[in-house]
T-cell receptor, first 111, second 118 residues
């Protein structure tokens, strides 16, 4: 079982709709959760971090964490063509700062 | 407010040569991490360093690879006797360090060095 799993996609969403990206993790002591956006040929860009159960909103982005289900998600409201990218879920564990990444979900926003 | 800097951005080496990749963390950040991204694969952790100390090198191959973060100057990832399988994008990230708040765990990535071994 992979430590961090994401649906590789591609996920196609019409412009203006809500894009929903999901991630599950296997290590129960995981502590910090991050979403990165990576455009083709570019480096990962941190867009959201979440540390406690519930929702965290930042502009058009909402991260949701459910530690009991070992599940973290990212919602993108009012999707724009510029949101088309690969979204990487990353996790670290208590006392261990290295990030474990999922393989990413490729998102395409259709104008 | 400069971000994480890496150089060179592109590096071509012949098999058997040495590759040196440099990383300067964001201002105020004392923790440096190196990750490798192979074509069509995810990011894989290699090594985590603080000034003059290697904290975790569990992801780094035991042979040919080494890393340092000296008291002065950038962090360096060194690959000796490169092979074709070393061709990848190497990313450096930095963080303030897990001392003050949860946000201290946030890692910010540099633009990467794309290594091609011919």
């Amino acid at each position: 079982q992979k430590e961090v799993e994401q649906n590789s996609g591609p996920l196609s969403v019409p412009e203006g709709a809500i894009a929903s990206l999901n991630c599950t993790y296997s290590d129960r002591v995981s502590q910090s959760f991050f979403w990165y956006r990576q455009y083709s040929g570019k480096s990962p860009e941190l867009i959201m971090s979440i540390y406690s159960n519930g929702d965290k909103e930042d502009g058009r982005f909402t991260a949701q964490l459910n530690k009991a289900s070992q599940y973290v998600s990212l919602l993108i409201r009012d999707s724009q063509p510029s949101d088309s990218a690969t979204y990487l879920c990353a996790v670290n564990s208590f006392g261990n700062e290295k990030l474990t990444f999922g393989t990413g979900t490729r998102l395409t926003i259709i104008p | 407010n400069a971000g994480v800097m890496q150089n060179p951005r592109h590096l071509v080496r012949r098999r058997g040569q040495e590759a040196r990749l440099r990383c300067s963390p964001m201002k105020g950040h004392s923790h440096v991490y190196w990750y490798r991204q192979l074509p069509e694969e995810g990011l894989k952790f290699m090594v985590y360093l603080q000034k003059e100390n290697i904290i975790d090198e569990s992801g780094m191959p035991k042979e040919r690879f080494s890393a340092e973060f000296p008291k002065e100057g950038p962090s360096i990832l060194r690959i000796q006797q490169v092979v074709r399988g070393d061709s990848a994008a190497y990313f450096c990230a930095s963080s303030p360090g897990a001392t003050v708040s949860w946000s201290s765990y946030e890692q910010y990535f540099g633009p990467g060095t794309r290594l091609t071994v011919t």
